[in-house]
């Protein structure tokens, strides 16, 4: 089979790791890291005006309409130049569950804006007894007047640092715990009744936690009534853009490692040439490469009932393995591994945020045997 890529989707290579290159190194990564929001604003608005915002939304609505394949590309390129802005969870998963699920008047507000990046949404879902792959919703949404009243807590909203508003999962019936009575609506930030209050997460980036207090939204917020339903149909995708921008992670800590012990010395020899280091690097290479073929199994299945079951079993191996690979990387470097001035540390961080949200391998792996039932 030919994973070749098209010369659409080289161009689309191109210009992410362009992209990477005028801005990204590791100076400014962590000048980013310490912005308000955990990344710059300005590389956002450049993202949006290169049109990699632009780029998972589908055609109709005025994106590029990427497919699985074209998703992963750019993502990987991502994670290789280590970027902070956060297009999986404000992007693939936030704008696109926005953009599949708003009545059209709501979409005409906001659509335009989030495509050039003008406008930022966040997923605000997970709450404080949410447990891998289980549905549990204990914040509430109840009819008032011409609206709608929501009163509950959602702690943890990745990149919700600095969001325009928040895509909010309500129960309108039912048990916490219950499948059903799961609505979506909109937030924006800024709403009386509504507050937030960042926190940081291990990778630096920043998040926050959104407390509803009888926060009332118009009736048109309302975005869909199947919430859970709507949030795994676009998570299917979020989660490839993930794994893709894990392995691009991990082939940069390899290589700079590789390097590192080219030229890192002892015992008058590099450490490079001691057989049991190459053993170590030989497995982990291994890993990159069992990664991308699980990563390749769910690109060639876009499009049929097998894409979902093959991202889950993708992410049930490569979470794990991620962070593995990471220890080892930093064992080499040995304890300049875990600093700030190394880009092994950082990358490391961030794969064990990628290994653990929004749920770990565990969960995966049971969506995966469960999806192949």
Avoid at 18 to 32: E, L
Avoid at 361 to 366: E, F, G, S, V
Wanted: glycine fraction near 12%.
């Amino acid at each position: 089979m030919n994973f070749d890529l098209s010369e659409d989707e080289e161009m689309l290579k191109a210009l992410t790791e362009r992209f990477v290159t005028d801005h990204y190194d590791h100076d400014s990564r962590r000048a980013f890291l310490a912005e308000p929001g955990g990344f710059s604003g300005a590389n956002w608005r450049l993202l949006g005006e290169l049109g990699l915002i632009a780029a998972p939304f589908p055609e109709e609505l005025g994106g590029l309409g990427l497919d699985a394949t074209g998703i992963a590309t750019v993502f990987e390129a991502l994670g290789r130049g280590l970027v902070v802005e956060p297009l999986a969870e404000a992007v693939v998963m936030a704008g696109r569950l926005f953009a599949a699920t708003a009545p059209q008047a709501l979409r005409g507000e906001w659509l335009d804006a989030l495509l050039i990046g003008e406008k930022r949404l966040a997923l605000a879902h997970a709450e404080a007894r949410t447990r891998d792959g289980l549905p549990w919703v204990e914040t509430t949404a109840v009819p008032d007047g011409d609206g709608w009243r929501l009163t509950g807590t959602k702690p943890y909203c990745a990149a919700g640092g600095g969001a325009d508003g928040y895509v909010v999962s309500a129960r309108v019936s039912g048990a916490p715990g219950d499948a059903e009575g799961v609505a979506l609506f909109l937030v924006p930030a800024g709403t009386a009744g509504a507050s937030t209050r960042d926190w940081t997460m291990a990778d630096g980036s920043v998040a926050t936690s959104l407390d509803l207090q009888g926060t009332l939204v118009p009736a048109g917020h309302k975005l869909a009534d199947d919430g859970l339903a709507a949030i795994a149909a676009t998570g299917d995708l979020a989660s490839l853009a993930r794994s893709a921008e894990a392995l691009g992670i991990m082939e940069r800590l390899l290589h700079e490692t590789i390097d590192y012990l080219r030229t890192r010395d002892q015992f008058g020899a590099a450490l490079g040439s001691f057989q049991a280091i190459q053993h170590r690097m030989v497995a982990q290479y291994a890993v990159i490469e069992q990664s991308r073929a699980l990563l390749n199994l769910a690109l060639v299945s876009w499009g049929s009932e097998a894409f979902a079951p093959a991202v889950h079993g993708a992410r049930a191996f490569i979470a794990p393995a991620s962070v593995e690979l990471g220890h080892e990387m930093i064992q080499f470097h040995g304890g300049m591994g875990v600093t700030d001035e190394l880009a092994i540390g950082g990358g490391h961080k961030r794969l064990l945020v990628l290994s653990r949200w929004p749920e770990g391998p565990l969960a995966a792996l049971d969506r995966y045997a469960g999806l192949l039932n």
